[in-house]
Every structure is written in structure tokens, then in C-alpha cells.
């Protein structure tokens, strides 16, 4: 087991690079890229950071050399034959040979292409342009790396001592949830992470305690570095990405309203079995499914990702009985801001109803709150989205609108194509 708080106080040494690899990354981006590599080999976009939680002035935290110098290694990295045979030759989803080997020919070439890196108004103005299934794969170690070095900011004025209190105040806090969680009754619960995590070494604690703690309740990470090196399942499907830069890429408003169900339909052409997962609420989760061909419902679940992650469920769970489906054969996936108040409340409502599965992300990865005596390494809001395609801008709407971003107009507009009417605001913490 490492000794964080010593490791921490020797990052000043610095023998931690925050991202070890480009396989350090969520499981869903590589599928996702496989995909895109296939269908938009040729589409352009435009990539930027975003912080939510605007308090947190993270030009004012992070030095500028230091990022850049960790940016930098992050583009020095490539495959190494380990990663490459685990990805070529690992069972996923009970699928061999998940990744094709053109695809795989072309990843283990790959150097992440340059950014761009500007300080405005406290705030960092990080952006990354070219083909897409390039570019896509910077959101993650982008993320990781500014999450980290918010939290090394915080750490390193720190003595010794008080570091090896505060990761024994962590250690107790996270597996005092997973004593909570490993009381549910058919709990399935997978780590997701990565992208607000509080730094490699702590996830990589974290999953081991979920290990030991849950057992089998336990089903993976979405982190393929430490899914391999732990020897467990690497976890995830798709996301929000592929119907927003679809969607940009439309050429009217049919092909727009239009675009949500391509993307799916190019999705089953490569997968089955329990990687066919919708992620509806990119445009309405109401609207989408309201207008989704029937080929849809006999796919294997659904990931409610925004809004009242309850009502959500309870929408899917009336569309399929809708569809003459049976609910209780479906699987429901929650990955929206959940701690273990919420998972203990959604498995008791839904258990028995449908299949009931739970991603845990920033609060199973970066729990540190009122950890530290000024509360400086609280979690907050960092996402790193694409913001154009083909020199169009891309637009989410989410179903909370606290979450919908693009040009006003461009919302407007695709409000009125994907019909979507008043929307309940719900605070993003994380």
C-alpha cells in the first residue's frame, strides 16, 4: 500500500507525473474514439476547458510553468507494449478484440497534438483544436492535471505531520462510506472518477479500499490504467460528446433532430450486450425518448446523468413499459454528483423495479470536504467540453439548465427543434 502523505511531500522531488499514461483515462473515451475514428474520420473541433465554480481562480492558484511543464509530458506519452496488449487482447464486456486492429495501429502512433494555454481574469483559457478523435482524447488528462495541481497548490503548504493527518481523516471518511454501502442489499457500484479526482495516487487508494470494502458489489473503474494494473473491469460506454458534435455537424433542422438517434445507430453497428447504454438527456431526456425509434428500447439500459436523477428513472421506466418492455429486465445507471445519501435512497426506490447500477465520481475520488482548516481542497465544477465542430458551435441543454451550454441563439434554436419546454434549475457542486 503507497504512503500518500509521504509520496505527497516528496512531489516537490517531483517523482510523480500527474498522468502516467495516455491509457490513464475513462474507458468510455476509447470506445467513443474507435467509433469516431470509423464514422467522422475527418471532423474538426475545438476542445476548452471550463470552471463552473468561477470562486476558485485557478490562474491565481496553478503556476503557469508548472502546467505547461505537465501539459507537455502529457504529449510525450505513447502506448507501451503492456497497454497495448492489454487493450488488444483483454476481455471486455465479454468481448474480445474490443478494439480493432486499424484503430489499434493507429494508437499506439499516436502523440496528443498541441494546446493552447492563455490566463484571463483569474481563470486559465486552456483549448485544443484538430481532428476529433485526436483532440478528444486531451479532456481527461486535461481535467486530471488541473484537478491535481488546484490540490498540490493546497498541499504543499502543508507540514508533514499535518499531511499525515489529513489523508488518516480521508482514509476514515471514504471507508466509513463504504461500510454504509456494503449494507445495501444487490448493490453494483463502479468507480467513475477520474476526470475530478483529487490526484492518480488517491483514485488508485480509493479503488482499492472499494475492493476490499464492496467485494463483488464492486464492478470496476472507469480508469483503464488502474483497471489493468489492478486486474479489474474497465468500465463505461459513451457520452454526451457524440450527439453534441453530430448535432453541430448537421446541415438543417431535420438533420439536427435527426442527429441524437444516428449516433446511437452507428454505436449498435460496432456493439452489443451491455455496452448498448443511452445516454438521453443531451437534448431532453422527455424529448428524446418521446421521439426515439423502437429499435431503441430493446437496447440494455440507460445512464441518467443531470436533472432529478429519480424523475429521470421513473421517465425511462414508463417508456419502456411503453415500448412492451419489461423494466425489471432493463438497467439504470445513475452517475450524476451521488454520494451515498442519494445511492442509498435510489437503490431502495428502484431495487426490484429495474436493474440498478451506480458510477461514483467526485465524491468517492476527491471527498476531502472540511478535511482541511480552510476547506481549500473542497471539490468543485471543471469540465473540459467541445465547443465547435467544423467551425460550428456545438450546444448541450441538459436536463438541467444549470448544465446547457453554447451560444444563446444556437440553445434557442435547439430547444425549439428537440422541444424542450421549462426545466427545473438543479446548483451544480460537481
Not at 114 to 135: A, C, I, M, N, S
Not at 211 to 240: Q, Y
Request: contains cysteine; aromatic residues 10%; neutral net charge.
Amino acid at each position: 500500500m503507497v504512503d500518500i502523505a509521504t509520496r505527497v511531500w516528496n512531489h516537490r522531488w517531483k517523482i510523480d507525473p500527474i498522468v502516467r499514461s495516455l491509457i490513464d483515462t475513462d474507458f468510455y473515451k476509447l470506445l467513443m474514439c474507435q467509433s469516431i475514428f470509423r464514422n467522422k474520420p475527418d471532423a474538426t473541433v475545438v476542445f476548452s476547458l471550463l470552471n463552473r465554480s468561477t470562486k476558485i481562480r485557478l490562474a491565481d492558484l496553478i503556476d503557469e510553468g508548472e502546467l505547461r511543464e505537465q501539459l507537455d509530458h502529457v504529449r510525450s506519452l505513447s502506448l507501451s507494449r503492456g497497454e497495448s496488449t492489454w487493450l488488444r487482447g483483454n476481455t471486455f464486456y465479454g468481448k474480445r478484440q474490443m478494439f480493432r486492429p486499424d484503430f489499434m495501429e493507429w494508437f499506439e502512433g499516436l502523440r496528443l497534438p498541441p494546446y493552447h494555454l492563455e490566463k484571463r481574469d483569474g481563470q486559465y483559457e486552456l483549448t485544443f483544436e484538430g481532428r476529433w478523435h485526436e483532440v478528444m482524447l486531451w479532456e481527461i488528462p486535461a481535467l486530471a492535471v488541473l484537478m491535481e495541481l488546484r490540490s498540490r497548490a493546497v498541499l504543499e503548504k502543508m507540514g508533514r505531520f499535518e499531511l499525515e493527518v489529513l489523508y488518516a481523516r480521508a482514509m476514515t471518511k471514504l471507508w466509513e462510506k463504504i461500510t454504509r454501502l456494503r449494507q445495501l442489499d444487490g448493490l453494483r457500484i463502479a468507480d467513475f472518477g477520474t476526470r475530478r479526482r483529487h490526484s492518480f495516487l488517491w483514485q488508485d487508494w480509493s479503488v482499492q479500499a472499494m475492493i476490499e470494502g464492496l467485494g463483488s458489489k464492486f464492478t470496476g473503474t472507469s480508469n483503464c490504467l488502474i483497471a489493468m494494473r489492478r486486474d479489474i473491469e474497465a468500465i463505461g460506454t459513451n457520452a454526451h460528446e457524440l450527439p453534441m458534435i453530430y448535432s453541430a455537424l448537421a446541415n438543417s433542422d431535420a438533420e439536427l433532430a435527426r442527429a441524437p438517434y444516428q449516433v446511437l445507430a452507428d454505436w449498435q453497428e460496432e456493439h452489443d450486450g451491455n455496452l448498448r447504454i443511452i445516454l438521453p438527456d443531451t437534448f431532453g431526456t422527455k424529448g428524446f425518448l418521446d421521439r426515439a425509434p423502437d429499435w431503441l428500447a430493446s437496447w440494455t439500459g440507460i445512464r441518467i446523468d443531470s436533472g432529478d436523477p429519480a424523475a429521470g428513472a421513473e421517465t425511462a421506466i414508463a417508456w419502456w413499459k411503453a415500448k412492451g418492455e419489461d423494466p425489471r429486465q432493463k438497467l439504470i445507471i445513475f452517475s450524476d454528483g451521488l454520494d451515498v445519501d442519494a445511492i442509498e435512497a435510489l437503490q431502495a426506490r428502484f431495487a426490484g423495479r429495474v436493474k440498478v447500477s451506480f458510477g461514483w465520481g467526485t465524491m468517492l475520488t476527491n471527498d476531502f470536504v472540511g478535511l482541511s482548516d480552510d476547506n481549500g481542497l473542497s471539490p468543485f465544477s471543471l469540465v473540459c467540453k467541445a465547443i465547435s465542430a467544423n467551425g460550428r458551435p456545438t450546444v448541450k441543454l441538459s436536463d438541467n439548465p444549470n448544465k446547457a451550454m453554447g451560444p444563446a441563439e444556437e440553445i434557442a434554436r435547439y430547444k425549439r427543434v428537440f422541444g424542450v419546454g421549462a426545466q427545473e434549475a438543479i446548483e451544480v457542486t460537481v
